[in-house]
């Protein structure tokens, strides 16, 4: 067993498992339980996961039906003296991918959910296999059990007009954050070495939201939430454009691509990365476009059928499958507000070998499946000398919206390079200004990227209102 951290002895602060993804009020004779929306941060190094998502089942995951017959039947089979050698052998079943979000999910279980059911992590970003994070944000709910005698007494002041479900949030939350430190404590030394979880407290509360298509008007809280409220992103890619890459330590965060040192110009190199700043459509550099849309008309197609039931005739169905309106189409335009190219970024001591060090710093509001890579691989693809595309090529990507992948000639840089630095919040998105929109005057704009980011090369992206989390 993994060690644990010291544990609260409070018994009216014990956590207990989530009951649904959904923030839910479960009421027992003793105890009530609140699910309280908490976030954290996230580093871990990629090298030995198959990305962040999980795939496949999920820890903690119930046999289902069909699983109990095909285990009667493995049974019967093994009873049976004239059954076959493989009759009565098991089919062995590999274990699933490992996953960032299933150790998360895992430690978090264990911790929280006394290992009965599943407290599912939300993350900012899905990286992909072999890409790293030190910024990662993450938010999950976390059970919590109130005894009934202590929620009676929060209630003494006058606060008989005040809806019960908010002081039993505000109770549990009080119940929650004397354990937080414990919390963190316990799935520090939980997580294996790989992982790390840090900065453990409890979300910000909901925002009330417009719902759209309703006269009138009518306002529903919205929960935080790592993906939705995020407003820029930090991805940083490393190279060396050395003859060798003498730290091999370096191979598993940084890309050395074949004889680049005979072709590599950083000035070139800059002005062509600097071409992907502002709004775009980035459907060419964006992988698996059309898998992702095929999945979406089959899932919208099946929410049809299941809507008018099963008595649909052949055409409808055939429209389903080949309507190509905007709910089926994946939106690829998307927004960076800014690309740097960062000399001498190494960190081995070396001061020969760091002149061939570089870091690309892309600060944007959301990236694609594969965007980053795909980018870096097609400046490479520019300025390597012979390489299948010019920079007119890269212009024409961008300037001209729906090219898919197929006209790009250029292979995703690996991923081993890429890490995801931070994720950024703001305090109030609502008020936020978008830079690099593509419209208007470019001393506007300027002040507009300035005021929102530092372009000091040593210094992280800085917003005046910006969330300290």
Same mark, same amino acid.
């Given at each position: 067993?993994?060690?644990?951290?010291?544990?609260?002895?409070?018994?009216?602060?014990?956590?207990?498992?989530?009951?649904?993804?959904? /923030?839910?009020?479960?009421?027992?004779?003793?105890?009530?339980?609140?699910?309280?929306?908490?976030?954290?941060?996230?580093?871990?190094?990629?090298? @030995?996961?198959?990305?962040?998502?999980?795939?496949?089942?999920?820890?903690?995951? !119930?046999?289902?039906?069909?699983?109990?017959?095909?285990?009667?039947?493995?049974?019967?089979?093994?009873?049976?003296?004239?059954?076959?050698?493989?009759?009565?052998?098991?089919?062995?079943?590999?274990?699933?991918? &490992?996953? *960032?979000?299933?150790?998360?999910?895992?430690?978090?279980?264990?911790?929280?959910?006394? @290992?009965?059911?599943?407290?599912?992590?939300?993350?900012?970003?899905?990286?992909? /296999?072999?890409?790293?994070?030190? $910024?990662?944000?993450?938010?999950? %709910?976390?059970?919590?059990?109130?005894?009934?005698?202590?929620?009676?007494?929060?209630?003494?002041?006058?606060?008989?007009?005040?809806?019960?479900?908010?002081?039993?949030?505000?109770?549990?939350?009080?119940?929650?954050?004397?354990?937080?430190?414990?919390?963190?404590?316990?799935?520090?030394?939980?997580?294996?070495? +790989?992982? $790390?979880?840090?900065?453990?407290?409890?979300?910000?509360?909901?925002? =009330?939201?417009? !719902?759209?298509?309703?006269?009138?008007?009518?306002?529903?809280?919205?929960?935080?939430?790592?993906?939705?409220?995020?407003?820029?992103?930090?991805?940083?890619?490393?190279?060396?454009?050395?003859?060798?890459?003498?730290?091999?330590?370096?191979?598993?965060?940084?890309?050395?691509?074949?004889?680049?040192?005979?072709?590599?110009?950083?000035?070139?190199?800059? &002005?062509?990365?600097?071409?992907?700043?502002?709004?775009?459509?980035?459907?060419?550099?964006?992988?698996?476009?059309?898998?992702?849309?095929?999945?979406?008309?089959?899932?919208?197609?099946?929410?049809?059928?299941?809507?008018? $039931?099963?008595?649909?005739?052949?055409?409808?169905?055939?429209?389903?499958?080949?309507?190509?309106?905007?709910?089926?189409?994946?939106?690829?335009?998307?927004?960076?507000?800014?690309?740097?190219?960062?000399?001498? %970024?190494?960190?081995?001591? @070396? +001061?020969?070998?760091?002149?061939?060090?570089?870091?690309?710093?892309?600060?944007?509001?959301?990236?694609?499946?594969?965007? *980053?890579? @795909?980018?870096?691989?097609?400046?490479?693809?520019?300025?390597?000398?012979?390489?299948?595309?010019?920079?007119?090529?890269?212009?024409?990507?961008?300037?001209?919206?729906? =090219?898919?992948?197929?006209? =790009?000639?250029?292979?995703? /840089?690996? #991923?081993?390079?890429?890490?995801?630095?931070?994720?950024?919040?703001?305090?109030?998105? %609502?008020?936020?200004?978008?830079?690099?929109?593509?419209?208007?005057?470019?001393?506007?704009?300027?002040?507009?990227?300035?005021?929102?980011?530092?372009?000091?090369?040593?210094?992280? #992206?800085?917003?005046?209102? =910006?969330?300290?989390?």
């Amino acid at each position: 067993e993994r060690q644990q951290g010291p544990e609260s002895s409070s018994s009216s602060s014990s956590l207990s498992v989530r009951q649904s993804t959904l /923030a839910t009020t479960t009421t027992t004779t003793t105890t009530t339980t609140i699910h309280v929306r908490c976030r954290a941060r996230v580093a871990y190094d990629g090298t @030995n996961f198959a990305g962040f998502q999980i795939q496949g089942g999920g820890v903690g995951t !119930v046999s289902t039906d069909k699983n109990k017959n095909n285990n009667n039947k493995n049974d019967n089979n093994n009873n049976n003296k004239n059954a076959s050698k493989s009759q009565k052998k098991h089919k062995y079943k590999p274990p699933p991918p &490992r996953t *960032v979000q299933r150790e998360l999910e895992r430690a978090l279980t264990q911790r929280c959910g006394r @290992n009965v059911q599943l407290i599912r992590v939300l993350a900012a970003g899905r990286t992909d /296999a072999g890409v790293h994070a030190r $910024g990662q944000a993450i938010h999950f %709910d976390v059970p919590v059990q109130i005894p009934n005698n202590e929620q009676d007494e929060d209630n003494h002041d006058n606060t008989a007009t005040t809806d019960k479900s908010v002081h039993s949030q505000i109770t549990a939350k009080k119940l929650l954050q004397r354990e937080l430190p414990s919390i963190e404590y316990s799935l520090s030394k939980m997580l294996p070495p +790989d992982v $790390g979880l840090w900065n453990f407290q409890i979300a910000p509360p909901p925002k =009330l939201v417009v !719902v759209a298509g309703q006269e009138p008007p009518q306002l529903q809280p919205k929960p935080w939430s790592a993906m939705y409220d995020s407003t820029l992103k930090w991805y940083a890619y490393r190279i060396h454009t050395g003859p060798v890459m003498v730290d091999p330590l370096q191979r598993y965060t940084r890309w050395h691509p074949d004889q680049v040192h005979k072709w590599f110009d950083a000035t070139q190199f800059e &002005r062509v990365l600097r071409k992907f700043e502002g709004t775009h459509d980035f459907r060419a550099f964006a992988g698996a476009m059309e898998r992702l849309e095929q999945s979406r008309r089959d899932h919208l197609s099946r929410q049809r059928q299941q809507r008018d $039931g099963d008595d649909d005739d052949d055409d409808n169905n055939n429209d389903d499958n080949t309507d190509d309106d905007d709910g089926f189409v994946v939106d690829t335009v998307r927004t960076i507000r800014m690309v740097r190219l960062v000399a001498n %970024d190494n960190d081995n001591g @070396n +001061d020969d070998d760091g002149k061939y060090c570089f870091r690309i710093d892309f600060f944007l509001e959301g990236a694609l499946y594969k965007q *980053v890579r @795909n980018m870096v691989g097609a400046a490479m693809e520019v300025c390597r000398r012979g390489g299948r595309m010019t920079e007119d090529d890269l212009d024409e990507l961008l300037l001209r919206p729906g =090219l898919g992948r197929a006209a =790009l000639l250029a292979k995703p /840089a690996p #991923p081993q390079g890429l890490t995801l630095e931070h994720v950024y919040f703001e305090l109030d998105r %609502d008020t936020r200004k978008l830079g690099s929109g593509g419209d208007g005057d470019d001393d506007e704009e300027a002040e507009t990227m300035n005021g929102l980011v530092d372009i000091d090369t040593n210094e992280a #992206p800085v917003s005046a209102n =910006l969330d300290d989390f």
